[in-house]
T-cell receptor, first 113, second 108 residues
């Protein structure tokens, strides 16, 4: 069954610390995405990738790095976590055409203290 | 949102009523998707409409797309309490960008 798995599901980090959020897909999709959702708001695109070893910036890339070491895995890295990065982070994968609906993971709730 | 914007932030209705949510987007696209997000879950696609389709139906859902005004709508007929969720429009520009969403509450 097609799936997108995020880990961890929740995390508490300290300001200035490094945080890595991981995403794994079993869908054989080319595209993978990282979105951020703040309470009561929509999803904003941070980074995406359409091929392994390459990443692209989305709308809000500042303060985030992304890594796509393989087709199945896509990580989001916060080198110096800040309070403002407290949010829920969603990973998604898709075929990469407008006709295909991305499949979303369950989300990672990140609290930076 | 830079890409899509639903016309209502929050809406509360009674079960059985019909509801329409509108979305406008700033840049031409040929595909608009509508998503529903239930509390604590990731978004799930409801319906996809293309520029060559003015209307598309799926069960109790009906989506429209007007490329000339760069707007789309999602209607739900005979709402149920289980339709309570946040609804997003997502115009497609090589990647999927989401609007800010409409929080729909359907009271039983």
């Amino acid at each position: 069954e097609a799936a997108v798995t995020q880990s961890p599901r929740s995390k508490v980090a300290v300001t200035g610390g490094k945080v890595t959020l991981s995403c794994h897909q079993t869908n054989n999709h080319d595209y993978m995405y990282w979105y951020r959702q703040d309470t009561g708001h929509g999803l904003r695109l941070i980074h995406y990738s359409y091929v392994a070893d390459s990443t692209e910036k989305g709308d809000i890339p500042d303060g985030y790095k992304a890594s796509r070491p393989s087709q199945e895995n896509f990580s989001l890295i916060l080198e110096l976590a800040s309070l403002s990065q407290t949010a829920v982070y969603f990973c998604a994968s898709s075929e990469g055409t407008g006709d295909q609906a991305p499949l979303f993971g369950e989300g990672t709730r990140l609290s930076v203290l | 949102s830079q890409w899509g914007e639903e016309n209502l932030q929050a809406l509360s209705i009674q079960e059985g009523e019909d509801v329409t949510m509108n979305c406008s987007y700033k840049t031409y696209t040929t595909v608009v998707q509508w998503y529903r997000q239930k509390s604590g879950k990731g978004p799930a696609q409801l319906i996809l409409i293309r520029s060559n389709e003015r209307e598309k139906r799926s069960g109790r859902l009906r989506a429209t797309l007007d490329t000339s005004s760069q707007s789309s709508s999602l209607s739900i007929t005979g709402t149920l309490a289980t339709d309570t969720a946040v609804y997003f429009c997502a115009p497609y520009y090589n990647v999927l960008y989401f609007g800010s969403g409409t929080k729909l509450t359907v009271e039983p």
